[in-house]
């Protein structure tokens, strides 16, 4: 384990989030149906494009399915790579080369990243493409990582591609873990017959290490209200104070970090929905300026509580009394009444939108494995 890895781990402890608050374990009885559908599924799949978050390569891995999915032939698209930090995710692919497991970035939303995955699948089916008439190719994952979105890109392509002669159908698509609780089958080519399956996410019955529970609660792949959004913001205000983020911040965008030079006379109530994509409207360019002051100020809030902070982070203690004092700045920065009878709920889920909607900043949360040298 690297030095760095040991620093995060003492520093979490036994802190109330991490082993206080219990295990983090989602489990409802669509997940146990669909898993065991998946499963008799799998043994007829050509190919499976198993989707994880790019944010945790390793945490957004079912493990329950691993054995069946590693002796199957394999794509792990690691979707929302543009939420990921680019600088740690080549040491990703290092990795996964090294496992001599495929493996691509992607961005679901994106046709030319699409069009490199749908390029890479047909390369893996080459071989059977020449003795098959119909092939089958699955999506797994786990929760919210993406799956639906990929589908339908796939689809959008297809119909570009393919005589593709009756009416597509489309994956249901939502923000929230859950969305999709059936196995559909989708027709993406002709000659030879290609079907795409899209599975409902799939989490393993108990998560063993809550870390790694945190991890998928903080990406979304876990309902919020399982876990508790405060809960989730202080495992994230532990990262990123272990990390030292806010002094990179301060390095990467001092200007911004000095002072915020927008001003308004009257300035919008600030909801988490301003910060998501509106795709039917153009952006109105003050809410924009707005929310980039929002972003500003909590950063800079982070960035003073920790510069002028006594203690030690990898102090388990003095992390949690941190962690308090920048609940309090956050509160401030995000403009939340101190008296409000929800503050800190408000204060974790207006943070975590900025978080998920890639405001602050790319990050990869998982620890690239260290890789055993050649014997």
Known sequence: MSASRKVVKKALGDMAFNCGGGAINWFPGHMAAATRAIRDRLKLADLVIEVRDSRIPLSSANADLQPQLCRKRRVIALNKKDLANQNVMHKWIQYFD??????????????????????????????????????????????????????????????????????????????????TQDIAGYKIAHRPSIYVLDTPGVLVPSIPDIETGLKLALAGSVKDSVVGEERIVQYLLAVLNIRGTPFLWKHSNNRKLEGIQYESEEKPVYSPKDLLTNRRKPPNTSDLIYIEDIVTEVKRALFVVLSEFQGDVEDENNLELLIEQQFEALQKALKIPHKASEARLMVSKKFLTLFRTGKLGPFILDDVPDIAPAS
Request: hydrophobic content about 40%.
């Open 98 to 179: 090294s496992c001599k497991q495929d493996c691509l970035p992607i961005n679901a939303h994106s046709r030319t990243s699409v069009q490199k995955l749908l390029g890479l699948v047909e390369l893996k089916l080459k071989e059977v493409i020449a003795r098959e008439p119909t092939l089958l190719v699955m999506v797994v994952g786990v929760p919210n990582v993406g799956k639906s979105v990929l589908i339908n890109s796939i689809h959008r392509l297809a119909s570009s591609r393919f005589p593709v002669q009756e009416k597509m159908k489309r994956a249901t698509v939502g923000p929230l873990p859950g969305v």
